[in-house]
């Protein structure tokens, strides 16, 4: 019923940028919250960032001053530029939204496949 589809991982090196995507698709009628989390081996999975709207935003204090979350409302999609990368950053990073459908009553959380982020020293 609604697919989130991440892009934009890939390997970089450290000081370096990505921009990750994430598009939601289906039977949506409205789209709450959205945002970004990520895992790495071994730990458990950490809310990077997210937005509620196009001015609310929440950011983990380890990526604050260097990510920014945004928002396209239209396409229902998300996105998260990250500069300033650190090996720390490695991870697996999933997109989350919470979504209406024109047939639930109410909003449910979705979460896209996953995307690796590699940042090498």
């Known amino acids: 019923q609604v697919q989130l589809v991440e892009s934009g991982g890939g390997l970089v090196q450290a000081g370096g940028s990505l921009r990750l995507s994430c598009a939601a698709s289906?039977?949506?009628?409205?789209?709450?919250?959205m945002g970004w989390y990520r895992q790495a081996p071994g730990k458990q999975r950490e809310l990077v960032a997210r937005?509620?709207?196009?001015?609310?935003?929440d950011y983990a204090d380890s990526v604050k001053g260097r990510f920014t979350i945004s928002r396209d409302n239209s396409e229902n999609t998300v996105y998260l530029q990250m500069n300033s990368l650190k090996p720390e950053d490695t991870a697996v990073y999933y997109c989350?939204?919470?979504?209406?459908?024109?047939?639930?009553?109410?909003?449910?959380?979705?979460w896209g496949q996953g995307t690796q982020v590699t940042v090498s020293s």
């Open positions: 989350n939204a919470d979504i209406r459908t024109y047939t639930a009553g109410g909003y449910y959380s979705y």
């Open positions: 937005i509620r709207s196009s001015v609310t935003t």
């Open positions: 289906g039977s949506i009628l409205r789209t709450n919250a």
